[in-house]
Structure formats: C-alpha cells, structure tokens
C-alpha cells in the first residue's frame, strides 16, 4: 500500500498564509515612536510658571521635563532660537489625596498621594499655531508618614516631578 500523498496548496496552508498577510495589514498604520510630523524635531521648554502656594517648584519640574525630552529622544531640547516647538507650562495643582485610614477609629492616615498639576500649551513655530492650549497633566506619587508630613512629602516631590514630565513628553510626542 503507497503511503497518501501531500497536496499543495491545502486549505490548512492556505488558511494559515491568509491570517499572517490579514495581521500585517491590520498592523500597517501603527508605529513606534512619536507620531508627529517629520518637521517637528525639536522643542524647547522656558520654564514653568508655578501658580500653587509651594515655592520653587517650576525649576524642579522645568528641568524634569527638559530630562524627559532628552530620554524620550523624540524631540531635542534646543534653545528658542533653534526650536520648530515650543512646550509652556504653568503649575495649577498641588494636592495631597488620602490613600489609607488607620487607627482604632480610622481617623490617622497612613498614606497619602502627591497630586501635581499642570497645563500645557504646545506650539509649532514653524507654522505659528498652536497644535492644543491648556491641556492638564497629572503627576503623581505615592508617600507614607514616617517621621512627618513635611519631610516624607519633600522625599515624594522627586518621583512625582519625574511621573510628570513622562507625562506631559507622552502627551506632547502622542499629540498626533
């Protein structure tokens, strides 16, 4: 008895080559990286306005985000002069949120969350317009009270700074 021959082209074959080409199309229109336009390549960042009662904290942030951008690699930080954009900013929002209760009565907190807001307003020199104006960003940063609250919200002040600035080049790199 002669051992069944292959086919070619089997409908399992034929199945199987239809999912991949259906896959590589449905992944054609996405991309790695920033979706902004080729002309766009640089940003530069004055530093933020600070409308919260916390002093001194737009420096902070300023160079927070000015990091980012360099990490980011999407968009160089230059200065004004050789900027196709530019990044303002202006701190609104400096927030503690409870996160835990504790004690007998639940009435100590244990927890607490650092909430830094901002607005952002993003404008593409090239073109003199503003691609979004005032958009709000949210940083933030998880704290417990060891000794006190001031000192275990100023070890807080680094990680939400940083959370921040991921977020407003996330914004401004995914604007498109």
């Known amino acids: 008895m002669k051992p069944p021959t292959r086919q070619r082209g089997s409908a399992r074959e034929a199945a199987g080559f239809a999912l991949i080409v259906f896959l590589a199309a449905a992944c054609a229109p996405y991309r790695l990286g920033t979706t902004l336009p080729a002309y766009l390549r640089s940003v530069h960042v004055p530093t933020f306005t600070n409308s919260t009662p916390e002093p001194g904290i737009e420096v902070e942030v300023t160079n927070e985000v000015v990091s980012r951008f360099r990490i ?9 002069e050789a ?8 701190i609104t929002g400096w927030d503690r949120e409870v996160l835990i209760y504790a004690g007998e009565e639940r009435d100590e907190v244990e927890e607490y969350r650092l909430v830094v807001t901002a607005a952002i307003t993003f ?14 960003v949210r940083g933030q940063a998880n704290f417990v009270i060891d000794v006190n609250m001031a000192e275990a919200e100023r070890a807080a002040r680094p990680e939400a700074f940083r959370d921040l600035a991921r977020r407003i080049v996330d914004e401004v790199t995914s604007y498109w």
């Open 123 to 136: 404008r593409d020199l090239n073109r003199d317009r503003e691609l979004f104006t005032r958009r709000l």
């Open 83 to 90: 900027a196709d954009t530019l990044l303002e900013g202006e």
């Open 72 to 80: 980011d690699g999407n968009l160089a930080a230059v200065s004004r």
